[in-house]
């Protein structure tokens, strides 16, 4: 199977692929290079590959698609690149050059980007009982599916309440306050409910003034994906959401919709509440917990946003709780937006070594920003049967914050 190429060579690809100088640096940070030890399979090789496609040194096989397919766009070779190349554009524009793949999971995308459709059938399944059978009934699919992968993502828990109208009053009387916006997202504005009310009451309580911003998808999964018309009406919406919001910041609870907001607005102040909070601590007391917590970062925290060290010092601020961290790259769960779906196999290998991390740091409570990852990894808990809570940080630390 072949694909078509646009007829010019791409120059842009081109030249961001001729930026790197082959080093090699970026093969230990990777997860998939750690998975196969396979050039192919790493930046390096990916660069390599994009480069000759855009030069037309190549054809663009379904087995080169491939390698470039199974990428997480994790980009810690981004972040110790000595060359500074941007692999996550690079990786970006190489896949719409190709476009979308045809074994995109078109159907299952489809409903985690519409979270009243999704909210619906929460609703619906919820009342059948559906997560006591999802496993019966999934084991009836081939192994490969990807609604077998989505229906082991169903979450066990009941649907959470609507984060639409936020639970806390406004706090500040200062009229010069800055207004932070909260981008709810699409599946995050459902299964992250409480992640994104415990946002509101702790900008809050920091002296911010807060909006909360439509529920839907920011175009993630499209703009990687290779679906770029889809990628494009997204980020319009984004950018028609955001002008009348008339705010100073924008934040997501979700990571991992942060890169796509800032190629939507690149003018805009875009980050998650951590970054914004970290800055003014003094203001935020949080009750005692004694309590173990272990705390995954996914790679958007640690590599896009970059805010990974506000957050440990945010929860450092609570006395008595015990933090430890996963380890760092070139760990990754391998949630990876689609990528659990594609490449479930793939997936469920990483996600077993960070499973067992957690297993090492035995800690009370596992904490995780990302709503990919964290339903990722509660299905590898439900399947092996050990299950440690799981929430977003900063749930636990709304719940810690003193009035």
């Not at 192994?143 to 009941?158: E, G, N, Q, V």
């Not at 937006?337 to 469920?348: D, I, K, W």
Request: charged share 20%.
């Amino acid at each position: 199977m072949t694909f078509m190429l646009d007829e010019k060579p791409p120059m842009r690809i081109a030249a961001l692929a001729d930026q790197c100088v082959q080093c090699g640096l970026c093969l230990p940070v990777c997860p998939t290079y750690a998975l196969d030890r396979n050039e192919a399979e790493s930046p390096r090789g990916r660069i390599a590959i994009a480069a000759a496609l855009a030069k037309d040194q190549a054809e663009p096989s379904a087995a080169l698609r491939e390698h470039l397919d199974h990428c997480l766009g994790c980009l810690s070779c981004e972040k110790v690149c000595p060359a500074h190349v941007r692999y996550g554009e690079l990786l970006v524009e190489t896949r719409a050059l190709l476009g979308p793949s045809p074994q995109r999971p078109s159907r299952e995308i489809a409903l985690i980007r519409a979270p009243a459709r999704w909210r619906r059938w929460r609703r619906v399944l919820g009342r059948l009982g559906f997560a006591r059978w999802k496993r019966g009934f999934a084991a009836l699919l081939p192994a490969s599916a990807p609604m077998r992968s989505a229906l082991a993502l169903w979450p066990a828990t009941p649907q959470p309440p609507s984060s639409s109208a936020p639970a806390t009053p406004e706090t500040t009387t200062d009229v010069a306050a800055e207004t932070v916006a909260i981008f709810p997202g699409c599946i995050a504005s459902v299964e992250d409910a409480d992640a994104q009310r415990a946002a509101a009451t702790l900008l809050r309580a920091a002296g911010y003034r807060v909006v909360e911003l439509p529920a839907f998808c920011c175009g993630a999964m499209d703009l990687h994906g290779g679906a770029t018309a889809d990628a494009d009406r997204a980020a319009e919406q984004v950018r028609a959401a955001w002008c009348t919001a008339g705010a100073n910041h924008l934040v997501t609870v979700t990571p991992g919709c942060v890169g796509t907001l800032r190629h939507a607005l690149p003018d805009v102040s875009i980050s998650d509440p951590a970054t914004l909070l970290a800055p003014r601590a003094d203001r935020l007391s949080f009750r005692s917990l004694q309590a173990r917590v272990a705390v995954h970062l996914p790679c958007t925290q640690s590599n896009v946003t970059r805010s990974d060290a506000a957050l440990l010092a945010l929860l450092g601020r609570i006395p008595g709780l015990e933090i430890t961290t996963l380890a760092k790259p070139p760990h990754c769960c391998g949630a990876a937006g689609t990528h659990v779906l594609e490449f479930p196999e793939r997936a469920a290998r990483l996600r077993d070594e960070t499973l067992r991390q957690v297993a090492t740091l035995a800690p009370q409570i596992l904490l995780s920003s990302n709503i990919g990852c964290r339903l990722h990894l509660a299905a590898g808990m439900e399947q092996d049967g050990a299950r440690w809570p799981h929430q977003h940080p900063l749930v636990l630390l709304a719940q810690q914050l003193e009035a």
